[in-house]
């Protein structure tokens, strides 16, 4: 029990780091292409506080920590106004993707510093040292799983607004009226997993690519430590 608590003092404040620097950039995207409301509703502080869902930032992910569930999370969700874009067509997309290209930016971020803390070690990390070593490489799993996961073209996440970009006007139109029922789709697909755990849909879908990246990252710190 006392590891298991352990691992949530690591995994959360990563967690938490990753969530508001995601919904910051998509703010400050919004403002940069006209629209202000996240401004004007102070949302684009760093103050964890002003982003944080009880719930979804801290309970879901303490929960999932606790029971060795996949380590993921939410926050409240920061306010754009399609209408007050410069080009709401194009800046929904923009503002979009902001959030999880800031998660791949922290993950590149992350996988620095493990490099320089790792080339720094003249014993293999134990204690705080250890602490330290095991929250980097969280940190990175993290902001990439954090990315590829708000990419899903599946409303509301980031990827539904990216792909009704890409769309034909008419196809967009008539994919925008399916949002209501994104949630539901979500919610079936978890718990397709918790209740078919042997399905193998988390090891085929989302693995091989937060594998892939991650092997990559791991090598910009490898590279930085001396090999």
Known sequence: MTETLILAAILIPCLIVAIVFHEVAHGWAALSLGDPTAKEQRRLSLNPLRHVDPVGTLLVPGF???????????????PV?????????????AVAFAGPATNFVLAAVGAVALGVFAGSLTAPPEGVAGGVFEGLHYFILINIFL????????????????????????????????????????????????????????????????????????GISIAIAGG
């Open 64 to 78: 999932l920590a606790v029971v060795g569930g996949p380590i993921f999370g939410w926050a409240k969700p920061v």
């Open 81 to 93: 106004m399609k209408n007050r874009l410069d080009n709401p067509r194009f800046g929904m997309m």
């Open 147 to 218: 990315a590829l996961f708000n990419l899903l073209p599946i409303p509301p996440f980031d990827g539904s607004h990216i792909l009704e970009g890409l769309l034909p006007r008419s196809a967009a139109r008539a994919y925008e009226r399916l949002r209501p029922l994104g949630m539901l789709l979500f919610v079936g697909l978890i718990a397709i997993t918790w209740i078919f755990p042997d399905s193998g849909l988390i090891e085929a879908v989302v693995l091989p690519p937060v594998e892939w990246l991650q092997e990559k990252y791991l």
